[in-house]
Each structure stands twice: as structure tokens, then as C-alpha cells.
């Protein structure tokens, strides 16, 4: 009886197995029939990294506020720059505004974790928040901003020693002191200058990560300016309320083109001067001409200064263009001085030639209707009517002949003659002579200028 009891649990058990064979494989029949839809999600593991993260930089342990080796030697913080771009500089605001990506290089080994192919970790600026960095900032600062699109450009890189890249893309408008002296045949030196603001060089040692190799820079063209040099330097800064701290320097070296201004001033302002000797050349009779031209010209200059002032910053000190051009200005102010003197003197010769012929027309006898020139004795078929008078009474002191020509009336044969015998008077004054006036500024106005502009150049080129 026991035996049949065994036997019958034996196959009772085979029973249930075969029939939980059965239901298997139906259900798995069922499952091959479901729809996509119903199939179960796969396993979320952005819970088991994000923990995994936290225990492997122990983010959680961190002191986000205490830097490495706290209480220890300073920490030693690389630096290297990319240069992108100089985007503006600008001279009335004496700055200049840079794109860059900044790099820091520094060990925490807080940070450090194990790893078995001693590859690194790329985090975004999400992790950079709960891990200590530099403080580092830009002295001279006016503006700066850490680009923000699409996401804050910021990356954290994590090595398994410790060792941390800490990158970003930065926009940054620092002062630059310009020395305009010698502008627009100038160069300016600026520095984007870096320092820690808090920790002192006991706690942080900031250093160029590769010397001059450090900084890089892309194929740089600005409109108004060739840089000549980019390098960097470095020193201790001093503040007396807080201490020592490490500083540095990218020293870059801009010179000025010329040409722009070349076209935009230089060239119209000589145009201006050598038009304003135009009125050499003009009749001293025709006054409306020379007059406006003078006019003209003194404005025409004055509106290159206003307009080249304009531009630049209000500095106590001459530029070398206010040299060019306010010698021009004088230059064209002269020759409408000329003009003023060459109109004076006429109207003062005239005067005293009326003068005269008013007082010998009457005792020689000629009629008014002809001209002749007179050295102080009438014809001889005027001397009877001259008689009784002596030079002396005829021509005053003042007005003696050998220093004025007199036109008087008489016939055209001996209006020649009286001409060629007055062109050797050795007597004659050349102030009087107003065309002589015109005649040597001819010469001594361009051969002036000239002079002015061989010095100029040769100085400040």
C-alpha cells in the first residue's frame, strides 16, 4: 500500500508539470501576438548613473566652498586663452572688447576616482556648481558675459587622478589706456589683464600653463589696426587692505593703418591749402573772387577739425593730426591775410595817385582823357607852363617821385617812353608794388608748406 501511494504522488506531480509546461507556452504565444505598445520599457539608468556619479566624485562629500589641499602650499592653477576674435576698439571709450575661451587647469583630488581604461569625464555647467573653481576675473573689467547659447558654454572635465579642465566661453570689453600723441601714426599696446579675487598667492598660484605657448589666437583682421604682437606676462599685484596676488597679463601690440586716414584728412586738407593759393593767380582787382575762395577754404578747414575732433576722445594733450591740420588752417588764413594786405596797399597807392594827378593835371596843361607816367618833370612842351615852380613845391616830402608812380594824363607815344624810363627806377618799394606781394607768395607759401611737410613726416612716420 505504500508503494501505490508513492506511485500515484509521482504521477500526480508528472501531471502538474506537464500541465505547467502547457501554460508556458501559451503565454508565450500571447506575448509574440501583442502589439509594440504593450512590451514593458527597458530599465531606466539615468537614476543608477546620476547615483553612480555622485559615489564615484563623491559630489555628495564634496565641499563646494573649501579649495584642495585647504590649509596647505598654495594650489597651482594653469592657465591657457584661445583667442576668437577683437571685436572692437574704440577710442573714445579707451577699451577694447575680446572673445575668448578661458582654461583652467588645477587638481582636486576630491575628485579623483577609480578607473580601469584611465579615460576622463565630460560634465556640463550643471556639475561646475557643486565643485569648487578658480575665482578668477578679468581686472580693468567694464563688461564681460559668459555665452549662454544654446546652453551655457561650459565644460567641466574630470581625470581619474584628480586633475580638472575647467573651459568657457567668454565676451569681455576691458580698458585700455591710449596715448594718442602721435595718432592717427600711432600704436597701442593693451592687456587683458586675470587675477584671483579672493585667495592670495599663499593660497592660489595662478601661472601660465605653457608660457607664450599658452596663448593662441585665430586669424585675427580688424578694419583700422594690424596686430603686430600677441604675448603674455605675469607679476604679483599688490593691494594693501588684502595682500599679494598673482596677475596675468595678454599683451597684445596694434598699429594704426594709415590710409583711411590718408583719404579722410591728410589729402583734403592739403587740397584746401593749395586751393587757397589759387587767389595768387587771381586779378588783386577781382575782390568778390578772392574774397569768397578765402572764405571758402578757412571753412572747409575748419569743418575737417570739427569733424576729425568728433571722433576722438577730449584729451589735454596735441595730437599729430591737430599739428597737420591746424597748420593748414593757418596756411589758408594767411593767404586771405595776404589778400587783405594786397587790397590795403591798392586802395592806399590809388589814393595818393589821385591825389597827385589832381595837383599836376592842372600845371602841365593835359587833359584827363590820357594816361602817362610821370617821374616829378613834364614834358618840355609843358615847361613854360611849369615855370615859377620849383620841385620842391610841386611834390611834397612825403610824396616824392622816386617812391610813387604817378599817372597822369598825356599822349600814348610818350606814355611809352615814360614806361621804360620808370622800369630801372632803383627807388621803387615792393611793399608798394602790391603785385610783388602776389608774386612772392607764389613761392614762399608752397615752398613753405612743403618744408612743413618734409619735417612732419619724416618726424612722426
Known amino acids: 500500500m505504500p508503494y501505490f501511494t508513492k506511485l500515484l504522488l509521482i504521477m500526480f506531480c508528472l501531471a502538474l508539470l506537464v500541465e505547467s509546461r502547457k501554460h ?6 500571447l506575448d509574440v501576438q501583442r502589439p509594440s505598445c504593450f512590451f514593458e520599457k527597458n530599465q531606466d539608468l539615468t537614476k543608477t548613473w546620476r547615483e553612480t556619479t555622485k559615489k564615484l566624485l563623491q559630489i555628495d562629500e564634496h565641499d563646494a566652498i573649501t579649495r584642495p589641499a585647504f590649509g596647505g602650499p598654495a594650489i597651482p592653477v594653469g592657465v591657457d586663452v584661445q583667442v576668437e576674435s577683437l571685436d572692437k576698439i574704440s577710442e573714445v571709450n579707451m577699451d577694447f572688447t575680446m572673445t575668448l575661451y578661458l582654461r583652467h587647469y588645477w587638481k582636486d583630488e576630491r575628485l579623483s576616482f577609480c578607473s580601469t581604461n584611465n579615460k576622463s569625464r565630460t560634465f556640463d555647467s550643471r556639475l561646475a556648481k557643486k565643485i569648487w573653481v578658480p575665482d578668477v576675473f578679468f581686472v580693468h573689467s567694464k563688461r564681460s558675459v559668459i555665452h549662454s547659447t ?9 581625470f581619474p587622478d584628480g586633475h580638472v579642465l575647467y573651459s568657457m566661453r567668454v565676451t569681455v570689453t576691458s580698458m585700455c589706456n591710449m596715448d594718442f600723441s602721435r595718432f592717427p601714426l600711432d600704436s597701442q599696446t593693451c592687456s587683458l589683464e586675470l587675477e584671483s579675487y579672493a585667495y592670495t598667492d599663499e593660497d592660489l598660484m595662478l601661472y601660465w600653463k605653457n608660457g607664450n605657448e599658452s596663448l593662441k589666437t585665430e586669424k585675427i583682421s580688424l578694419s583700422q589696426f594690424l596686430i603686430q604682437k600677441f604675448h603674455t606676462t605675469s607679476r604679483l599685484a599688490f593691494y594693501s587692505s588684502t595682500g599679494w596676488y598673482n596677475r596675468l597679463y595678454i599683451n597684445f601690440t596694434l598699429r594704426r593703418h594709415i590710409f583711411f586716414f590718408l583719404l579722410q584728412t591728410y589729402f583734403p586738407a592739403t587740397l584746401m591749402v593749395m586751393l587757397s593759393w589759387v587767389s595768387f593767380w587771381i586779378d588783386r ?6 574774397v569768397s575762395l578765402g572764405i571758402t577754404t578757412v571753412l572747409t578747414m575748419s569743418t575737417i577739425i570739427t569733424g576729425v575732433n568728433a571722433s576722438m576722445p577730449r584729451v589735454s594733450y596735441i595730437k599729430a593730426v591737430d599739428i597737420y591740420l591746424w597748420v593748414s588752417f593757418v596756411f589758408v588764413f594767411l593767404s586771405v591775410l595776404e589778400y587783405a594786405a594786397v587790397n590795403y596797399l ?6 595818393k595817385e589821385r591825389k597827385l594827378q589832381e595837383r599836376f593835371s592842372c600845371s602841365c596843361g593835359i587833359p584827363h582823357s590820357k594816361t602817362m607816367m610821370l617821374d616829378g618833370n613834364c614834358s618840355e612842351s609843358d615847361a613854360n607852363s611849369l615855370a615859377g615852380y620849383t620841385r620842391s613845391q610841386m611834390v611834397p616830402e612825403e610824396e616824392k617821385p622816386e617812391k610813387v608812380v604817378v599817372h597822369l594824363a598825356m599822349s600814348n607815344e610818350s606814355n611809352s617812353s615814360r614806361k621804360r624810363g620808370l622800369k630801372g627806377h632803383v627807388g621803387l618799394r615792393i611793399i608798394q608794388n602790391t603785385h610783388a606781394i602776389d608774386k612772392y607768395s607764389r613761392l614762399i607759401f608752397p615752398g613753405t608748406y612743403i618744408v612743413f611737410n618734409l619735417i612732419y613726416w619724416s618726424v612722426f612716420s
Open 24 to 29: 508556458r507556452k501559451k503565454t508565450s504565444n
Open 285 to 290: 582787382r577781382a575782390v568778390p573772387a578772392r
Open 150 to 158: 544654446t546652453t551655457q558654454n561650459i565644460m567641466l572635465r574630470v
Open 346 to 351: 591798392t586802395s592806399v597807392q590809388e589814393r
